[in-house]
């Protein structure tokens, strides 16, 4: 294998990079002086790259001819033209299923956070408002009873479910098909789970099919006691839109871990009480990451070694 030219793009981190490093030729774009040049020169070599933190397009797969894999950082590849990929017979991979349970408990965290009015509460007592003003008012819903509309129900969608489902929530989805082996409500139909639920959660992946799916009229329909929960990608969301229905007390709050044009999360967002903003940390724990490293890796050494892809895209399953 150690003949074998693998591609960064953009620097990744060290369990990655040492890894490729001693198994593989290693090449780092954003080392070189003229990426242009050196992609020109030596991009007919390169059999395997690492991606998710750049476009990887019809345009860069045109400069690397003889890639085989391309292994994605990350469950989300809405970054990889995966159509493109496969015309070019290239594999996808992603690190699917080592962060299940990390994402879906962030995500459980954020709807407690949001419809409970925790972080708010934590800024009370920080404020000195406990002494001042007296009790922090009370929450709208209990969790027991609501109900939960997951947009999204797969790996993560299901963690959750099962995390609502032991809060004693009643559960509703929606997705592009009624999975049959699952016992929850399935709606076909995005607005009406909204106008049907409590607290609206994204859990879907990004790309093309999602792009604004919770817009104006989501909103409008999950009404001013309604949450709304997005751990999905910031793109499945009209951000605009979000911040007009909270202005206009349209919905009740949002408690956000993915934006629009992250790092960047509006002003408007940021001075609104009702909104709990966290920096894309769905999978951030050292255990978690470094399982998805490692998985990053495995991709490549067992694609080159075996011949095999441990966690292709599903678009890949029967290629
Ligand atoms: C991180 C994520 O953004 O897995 C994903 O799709 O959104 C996150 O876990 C990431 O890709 C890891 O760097």
Known sequence: MKDTDILLVKPVPPLIVEALDAAFTLHRLYDEDDPEGWLEANGGRVRGMVCGNFPLDADLLDRLPALEIASNLGVGYDSVDVAAAKARGVMVTHTRSVLDDEVADTAWALVLMTVRGLARADRYVRAGRWQSEGAFPLARHSLKGSRLGIIGLGRIGRNIAARAEASGMEIL???????????????????????????????????PA???????????????????????????????ALIAALEAGTIAGAGLDVFEDEPEVPQALRDMENTVLLPHIGSATIPTRTAMFQLVVDNLTGWFGRGEALTPVPEMEGA
Do not use: F, W
């Open 173 to 207: 989805y929606h997705g592009r098909h009624e999975q049959a082996d699952q016992p929850y409500l399935y709606y076909g139909d995005l607005r009406e789970m909204a106008r049907d639920c409590d607290v609206l959660l994204n859990c879907a992946p990004g790309g």
């Open 210 to 240: 999602t792009e604004k799916m919770i817009d104006a009229a989501v909103l409008e329909a999950l009404g001013p006691e309604g949450y709304v929960i997005n751990i999905g990608r910031g793109s499945s969301m009209d951000e605009a």
